[in-house]
């Protein structure tokens, strides 16, 4: 687990256009503006701190990908060179990646 969701992350999920505010694990519901929004429960909370994080989570294959692909200049480069020369090295370079850091 690389990343903690923060009580004030969930609220925030759960309840987007409130006024909360506050420190990460001590968020504070605004009493103001809150258009008749009902504070969620701490059981609220908890259980998306769990759907967040499980989320997060299930996309860690994504974010380790993202610094492995060459930049979309070097690969349009590749695809022209593959397009020309009838090599397959762009498709080669994004494999490797993918089989690298596979979908769970």
Do not use: C, F
Request: proline share 6%; hydrophobic share 35%.
């Amino acid at each position: 687990m690389a990343n903690e969701i923060s009580k004030l992350d969930a609220m925030v999920s759960l309840r987007p256009t409130a006024n909360i505010y506050g420190y990460a694990d001590n968020p504070v519901w605004g009493l103001e503006n809150n258009d008749g929004l009902i504070q969620p429960t701490d059981a609220e909370v908890e259980a998306e701190k769990v759907r967040l994080q499980a989320d997060y989570d299930a996309q860690e294959y994504a974010r380790s990908r993202k610094g492995e692909y060459p930049s979309i200049e070097d690969q349009l480069d590749m695809q022209y060179h593959d397009l020309v020369n009838g090599t397959t090295t762009w498709k080669d370079a994004i494999k490797a990646v993918k089989d690298s850091n596979p979908k769970p």
